[in-house]
């Protein structure tokens, strides 16, 4: 993931610019997705921090064989989207808007802003024995065809957690 080159703020006048006065658009959202991995906590609600690699593994492979085998690992992993509205995900319902248990101080409206958080599945996050307010460490992948696989971990606050009836399959930071 590569941070925004723009100044801070800058993304967002852009974004008013196009939907002021315009005929055209009446709203601008952002929606990009890669895969990901849980590498684990990094830190808790209560000040614990924990000693987590700065990198995502990689097994090692026989160049004889090719770099397919990781690619197609990657493709088997969960969708991470980066987000600046619920209403840019169709895979997700109407039910976010308003069923989303947000950490004091963020909301939906938390979406639009230029900082790390995440949303996880409330299932998900039991599983895992995450809790609101903890700091999660996400590996992600992008791969790029005929390139390989790009991938670097960060670390997310989580900020939220939704109702998810199906499989987990998603989670949410917020956009670009």
Do not use: C
């Not at 606050?157 to 499989?167: H, I, P, R, S």
């Amino acid at each position: 993931m590569i941070r925004n080159p723009l100044p801070e703020g800058a993304l967002l006048s852009i974004r008013e610019d196009l939907t002021e006065d315009s005929d055209f658009f009446e709203d601008v959202m952002l929606t990009s997705k890669m895969h990901y991995t849980l590498m684990g906590l990094s830190s808790d609600t209560e000040g614990h921090t924990y000693n987590l690699a700065r990198r995502p593994d990689v097994p090692y492979h026989s160049n004889r064989f090719g770099y397919d085998w990781f690619e197609d690992k990657v493709r088997q992993m969960p969708f991470i989207y980066f987000i600046d509205s619920f209403a840019g995900v169709p895979e997700f319902s109407d039910a976010l808007l308003t069923d989303t248990i947000w950490l004091e101080g963020y909301s939906n409206d938390s979406l639009k802003n230029l900082e790390y958080f995440v949303v996880l599945p409330d299932r998900y996050a039991d599983e895992n024995g995450i809790e609101l307010g903890d700091t999660v460490r996400l590996a992600l992948y992008l791969t790029i065809p005929d390139r390989g696989v790009l991938m670097e971990a960060y670390d997310f606050v989580v900020a939220g957690t939704y109702y998810q009836a199906a499989v987990h399959r998603s989670s949410i930071p917020p956009g670009l």
